[in-house]
């Protein structure tokens, strides 16, 4: 079987088979696995040259820049810790693509703590589900088949699930019926106004008093009902994805969520979920921190003179429009509107090569076996060469 990493739930049930009939019940899986990932070559300036030469013209680049980035760094455990070599080799800042949704979660854990679950967790205890300002599934597809109407579960009924849409922005709600037919409750509210509306939750599940009739447009009565739901609860889950938050200072949003959480749990229990999870964000995450002692960042790309940009997920991803040079270490399958200084392809965990990556709750890793074995380079093998050039200013890579 195979860990699937087209999103943060890593899937673990893929079968060989499945890979080769191209049968999934996961759009973002079909899509991972029919890529292709051979035959791309190395290039400068948009020219193909020999893998050494290209190493010795990023190696060029980074010794002439004084302020160089590493950013995109869409890649596994692995990947991750190179490019913290890489990045303490030339005294580059690092991000993330996901870096600015995943700030708005770090912020709130560093901040308040919050008490969060796993998916495990959720699977064998939940009974009722609070979804806040998203659907899960458009991220996540799998969550409901492999979390929430699961066939047994230790402490719970798994079909006599609660769940619940709060707020959000076109939410697909049909995973949300359960086996029997019985449709989930649905509050909605405009997702610019979902902020203000949870702050009330948190108050009337703190016993707050909340005036007037409604809250942008929600009928306070509504509110009471749902705060009385989760009270109510044996393990209530609040789910949120920080990508849906698209507000300024979304992180005042998870914090009233993660405080919901510690109100309900004075006098039941109840947890929070973070879910999403896309192009190893989780992973690098985690990496960073413990090898550097800090989260990832989201700097300015304007204050950099050179960029490293690391994908190996998602090919259609690359960076803006820059004047700097771009040096990508990307997807072979990679397409370019304008040629970088510098491409170098690299494998791609779970595809080309095997890897290990954390899943979204941040409870496990999982090891990524390579669907299509290929002899394209690892993003450590490349960045260990780039490093020996480096080494030594321009000797053979």
Not at 126 to 150: K, P, S
Not at 252 to 267: D, G, H, M
Not at 300 to 325: G, I, L, R, T
Not at 353 to 367: A, E, I, K, W
């Amino acid at each position: 079987m195979h860990a699937c990493p087209a999103c943060g739930l890593l899937c673990d049930d893929i079968s060989g088979d499945a890979i080769a009939r191209q049968q999934f019940s996961c759009g973002k899986a079909a899509k991972f696995y029919a890529r292709k990932t051979t035959d791309a070559q190395p290039q400068v300036d948009g020219r193909p040259v020999a893998l050494a030469d290209a190493v010795k013209a990023a190696a060029a680049l980074l010794q002439q820049s004084k302020a160089p980035l590493v950013a995109g760094s869409s890649t596994d455990v692995h990947g991750a810790r190179a490019l913290v070599s890489l990045a303490n080799h030339t005294g580059a800042a690092m991000t993330h693509l996901n870096a600015s949704s995943t700030l708005r979660n770090m912020k709130v854990l560093q901040h308040r703590g919050w008490q969060t679950t796993t998916l495990t967790e959720v699977r064998n205890r939940a009974d009722v589900i609070l979804m806040i300002g998203t659907d899960v599934v458009t991220h996540n597809a799998r969550f409901f088949e492999r979390v929430v109407w699961v066939d047994e579960a230790m402490f719970t009924e798994p079909g006599a699930r609660q769940i619940i849409y709060l707020g959000g922005d076109k939410l697909k709600t049909q995973a949300g019926v359960a086996p029997d037919g019985r449709a989930p409750q649905v509050i909605a509210c405009p997702p610019e106004h979902l902020p203000e509306v949870v702050a009330a939750l948190r108050a009337l599940v703190m016993d707050k008093p909340v005036t007037g009739e409604s809250v942008a447009g929600v009928a306070v009565n509504t509110l009471k009902t749902l705060a009385a739901t989760l009270k109510a609860a044996k393990y209530a889950t609040l789910v949120w994805v920080s990508k849906d938050l698209h507000y300024d200072h979304a992180e005042l949003i998870i914090e009233n969520i993660t405080e919901t959480v510690v109100a309900l749990n004075q006098k039941t229990r109840a947890m929070g979920l973070s879910l999403g999870g896309s192009d190893g964000d989780t992973s690098v995450n985690y990496a960073h921190t413990w090898l550097n002692g800090v989260i990832i960042d989201a700097p300015n790309w304007q204050d950099h003179d050179v960029v490293v940009w690391v994908n190996s997920f998602s090919p259609e991803a690359m960076p803006a429009e820059s004047e700097v040079p771009v040096i990508v270490l990307g997807a072979p399958d990679s397409k370019f509107s304008t040629p970088p200084a510098v491409f170098i392809p690299v494998a791609t965990p779970g595809l080309d090569t095997g890897g290990q990556q954390f899943r979204v709750d941040g409870s496990v890793t999982l090891p990524l076996t390579a669907a299509k074995p290929s002899n394209v380079s690892t993003l450590s093998q490349v960045v260990a060469m780039i490093e020996k050039v480096l080494g030594n200013k321009g000797g053979e890579a």
